[in-house]
Structures are given as structure tokens and as C-alpha cells.
């Protein structure tokens, strides 16, 4: 398989396939919280990470100056499941989320050019 067939298979229609998606409501409920959007990297046993749950949890815009963007992993026996928000789409996502999970998925699965 070429680069761009594995590039393809694990980004259909330009999308990473291998991730979910999670949606809190964030800081507008009273005891919010500033990491609205969770994003959890599956099959992470493929790039090195076997037994763990990786992510990274993130405010709308992980890149501003005053914005969350932090990055996670736990043992699979000490990581519960719970997303702590509703499920959504990549789509869905606001625009600098799905850049920085662009970024990391190129990086975790080594599809850079």
C-alpha cells in the first residue's frame, strides 16, 4: 500500500476515521467546563500506545492566548468511558479543533509528506 492509499484509508473524504468525538456544552452551564470538546484517538495500539486511551480535550479555540487545549492518556483500566457530552461528527467540530486533531492524527499515524 502507498502512502497516499494508507493516507486515504485512514482519512475518507478528508476526515480522520479513527477518532470520536464528544461535545460537552461547555462553560455557558452553570459548573461548566472550559474543555468543551473531547476528542479520543481509538486504536491507538496502531501508533504505540497499547493499553492506553489517548486524546485531547479542548475549549472552541484551542489556540488562543486564553483557550484549553490539553492532551491525555490514560491506562485502559483507569480510563472509565464516560465522554461527559453528547457524541458529534469531526464536522462538527469548530474550525481550530479540527486543526489541532488534524495535526495530531497526521503525527500519531506518520501521514505527513
Known sequence: MTKQQRKENLMPQGAPKWIRCYDNGGSDKPKGT???YTVI???AHSFGMRGYTVGVGMSGSPFHPQGVGMHFEYPNHKYNGRSGGKKITYQDLPEDCKKLVM???MDYWGLRD
Request: charged fraction near 35%; proline fraction near 0%.
Open 34 to 36: 472550559v474543555d468543551r
Open 41 to 43: 484517538y481509538t486504536h
Open 103 to 105: 495535526n495530531d492524527y
